[in-house]
Structure formats: C-alpha cells, structure tokens
C-alpha cells in the first residue's frame, strides 16, 4: 500500500514537472507578465526560451502562441466573453485566451490537445474549482463556437475587434487615411513580420552578402522597397556567418529609406540626433568616405552609447563615427551653429507603425501619448536646425502612421522656421512617387514592411 501510494505521487510530481517545463505552460508564464506586469514580448520571451531545455520546434510553437494571443487579444476577448461571468484571475483568462487561440488560429494543433494540456496547466497552477472552470469554459466554447464579427454594429468597434486595435486608434486612422485604406491597414496588421536584412556597403555588396548567406543556408530576395534590402524567405540570418562578420544587419525596409532619402555623397558631416541603436548611424557611415565623411551620433543614456559603439564595430565603421552621450535638445552644449551638411531626426514615437512587429504596444499607448510626443519631436527639431548649414537638410523621420506626429510635426516647425522650406522626399526605387505630397508615408499594408514617415527640410538661409 505504501509502496503505490508512493508510485503515484512520484507519478504526479513527474507529470507536473512535464507540464511545468511544457511549450504552452512556458508561454502562459510570458504571456501573464507582458500583459499583467508590462513586460516587453521581445526580452520577456526571450528570457524564457534562453532559460529552457526546449527543442527548436517547440521554441517556434511558444512564439506562435505568445504573439498570436497578442496581436488577436481584442478578437480573442470578444470570443471569450459570453462563456465568463466575471473576470477571472489574469493567468487563467491568459490561460483561456491562449487555447482559443490555438483552437481558431493553429489549424494543425489538435483541439483535444489544446483543452488537454490547458486542464493539465489550471490544475498545476490552481485549485480544483480553478481546474472545473477552464474545463467547462473550454468544453461550452468547443460546443458553441466562435460568435460571428457581423454582430457587431458600429463599424469602428467591428474593425477594432477583427484587427485587435483600440477604437481610439481606428478613428483616428480613419479620420487621417479614411475608411478604405484603414480597412487595409486592420486587414494587415496581424500577419506575420519577415525578417529584413541591409546589406553592409561598407565592406561588401549585395551580390557577395547574398551568395555568402545561401551558404549558410538562408535564402534571401532583393526588397521591392529598399535599394540595399534584402527579405529573407528561408534560415536563420542571425546564425549566419554574413551576419557575424558585419555583411549585413537586420534593418526593416522602411526604416531604410530615411538615410537612403538623405542622397548622401561621401564627404559630408552628418548628426544623427536620436541614433541608438544605430542602425541608421551605420547606414549613413557606410554611405561616407572614411577620409572626407563623419557621422555624430547621439544618445541620452550611456549604455545605448556603448550599444552603438559596439554595433559600429561589428559592421566595420567605426572610424567615421563619434557616439555622444547627450540629449539632442542640448545639441547647443556640443556643436556651434552650421556644423551639419545633413542631420537626421529619427524622433522618439509612439511606434505604432511597429504594430506588426511589436504587438503589445497597441494596447498601451493613447491619443495623449502621440500629442505629448509631438511636442518633444518638434522640440528636437528646433534645437538641431541652427546646426544646419545652409542648402542642408534634414531627414525627420518616425516609425509611427499618426499624423500628429509626422505632417502635423513638420509643419509646425516649417511655422516656426521660415529658414527652411519643404522638398519631395525622393527614394532609390521611387517608392509612391505618384503621391501628391512632399513627405512619404508607409502604411503596414503598402508593402509588408513596418509604417514609416519621412519629411524632407531644407534650410534655404
């Protein structure tokens, strides 16, 4: 008796330690902190696989779901909430979230799979009346179903619960881009972000980076955005010796057309005022000579300083870059007036052209944040113009699609500074060259790539 009693509970403290260390338990324990504490998806995730003894497929199966839950949180909630009554303790309703995910989004993953391994988590983590809650929440919505999107009357609610956007951010999308195009944009936003490559002109070019990836196994086409992009299709690019020797780095599309609208020649003196990482900062320095160019970049805090350091390092231009611990509204501390050939603002944002790739973030910035930014960005901007000489320009670009602060930013500086006007930003491919404004705005769904605002200035005297 004694000897079964104990066989069984060695049987249940290995069966608990299976589930513990489980793929779907690892991503519950990612999911709750992103979401209950404000933990970013990218390191939180990160940690979690670094400190597992999981296999490369069941890393990839915590990333799926991990991601999934949050870029369909809002979608998930409408299907979850017609089966609670009250709202549960965060891991569980992460817990449930989770497995209606898998259900609706994860076509090979058997349902019987997904609401096996789920008991098994509740009755591991909770009590057993925690256990018979998802049990039955799980059973009721297998029965039922997922309730159909057409109940939903108010299109803006319908959009923000299909695309997994606030409403706030719809209508300001639609009031800024109308309906059409919003459509697209929530229609886009969800699917998964490629990963993109720059190609390293500083010591290589495309041709060589591309054969040199192929070795190792990664397969790359040349991008329709970008004229030193490349958007991979097989392998893993971070593993590649093309990425550890500096012949590449990972850049997206859009974010290279700032530099690339910079029409550098060789010789110029550029500031990058808001430059970690650096990966615009090493685009500009391998566009210059290493005798005549000169890149200044800037940082407010000393640890991204050494970050770009570091990253110059690595992609073999660090003799035409000088890193700065200063904020770029202080520019005045550092640098005399008509120092600058060119000078890119890449301004601090609300990112909410990152959506794609950062999910979360969609849930935690408000129409504030995006007007209370534009007054820092345009803070930059006043700050750096007099550091311009005259016939220079400056790049201002931003990884958000928020016209408050992109066209709104631009032409409060053009008010304040007759000194400048306002030209065509021009790309290497032309991109939307057909538009009828000066500045260029990449939408998520123009191209596959992350949203992205461009504005050209130039100081005429």
Not at 3 to 10: A, G, S, T
Not at 194 to 201: A, D, F, G, I, P
Not at 319 to 344: C, G, H, M, P, S
Request: a positive charge; proline letters at 3%.
């Amino acid at each position: 008796m004694v000897i079964r009693i104990y066989n069984q509970e060695y049987k249940r403290s290995q069966m608990n330690k299976s589930v513990k260390k489980s793929p779907r338990n690892l991503a519950l324990t990612t999911l709750d902190k992103v979401l209950g504490r404000g933990s970013y998806s990218n390191l939180q995730l990160n940690q979690t696989l670094q400190n597992s003894d999981l296999s490369s497929a069941d890393k990839r199966f915590v990333t799926t779901i991990v991601y999934g839950v949050l870029q369909r949180k809002l979608t998930l909630e409408y299907w979850l909430s017609p089966f609670i009554k009250k709202e549960p303790q965060s891991w569980v309703k992460t817990l449930l979230l989770m497995s209606i995910y898998q259900y609706q989004y994860l076509d090979r993953v058997p349902d019987w799979a997904v609401t096996d391994e789920a008991i098994k988590i509740a009755k591991l983590r909770g009590n057993p009346g925690i256990r018979k809650f998802v049990t039955g929440v799980l059973h009721a919505f297998l029965r039922t179903g997922a309730r159909d999107f057409n109940e939903i009357q108010d299109p803006v609610k319908r959009y923000s619960i299909t695309g997994s956007l606030p409403e706030w951010l719809i209508k300001t999308l639609i009031d800024q881009y109308g309906e059409d195009a919003t459509v697209k944009i929530v229609e886009s936003i969800n699917d998964p972000a490629h990963l993109s490559l720059r190609v390293n002109t500083a010591i290589t070019d495309a041709s060589e980076a591309i054969q040199l990836l192929a070795t190792d196994g990664v397969q790359v086409r040349t991008s329709k955005v970008s004229a030193d992009g490349l958007v991979v299709e097989k392998g893993n690019a971070l593993e590649s010796r093309a990425f550890a020797d500096g012949l590449v780095t990972v850049q997206d599309e859009s974010a290279m057309l700032a530099v690339e609208s910079m029409h550098l020649k060789g010789n110029e003196r550029v500031l990058d005022a808001c430059a970690a990482p650096g990966g615009k900062t090493s685009q500009i320095a391998a566009a210059l000579d290493p005798k005549t160019g000169h890149v200044d970049a800037l940082d407010i805090h000393q640890h991204k300083v050494k970050l770009i350091q570091k990253n110059m390092r690595r992609l073999g231009v660090s003799d035409r870059v000088k890193a700065y611990q200063l904020d770029a509204r202080k520019v005045n501390d550092q640098f005399d007036d008509e120092t600058f050939d060119k000078i890119l603002v890449d301004a601090p944002c609300s990112g909410i052209g990152l959506i794609r790739r950062k999910p979360e973030i969609r849930y935690d910035k408000t129409l504030d944040n995006s007007e209370s930014l534009h007054q820092i960005q345009l803070s930059i901007l006043d700050a750096v113009a007099p550091k311009l000489k005259k016939g220079g320009i400056i790049i201002y670009s931003t990884c958000t699609i928020l016209q408050q602060e992109n066209e709104q930013t631009v032409l409060a500086f053009l008010k304040q500074h007759p000194e400048y006007c306002l030209l065509k930003t021009q790309t290497a491919r032309a991109i939307k060259n057909d538009r009828q404004k000066k500045t260029l705005t990449i939408l998520p769904s123009d191209f596959g790539s992350d949203g992205f605002f461009i504005g050209t200035l130039q100081r005429i005297k």
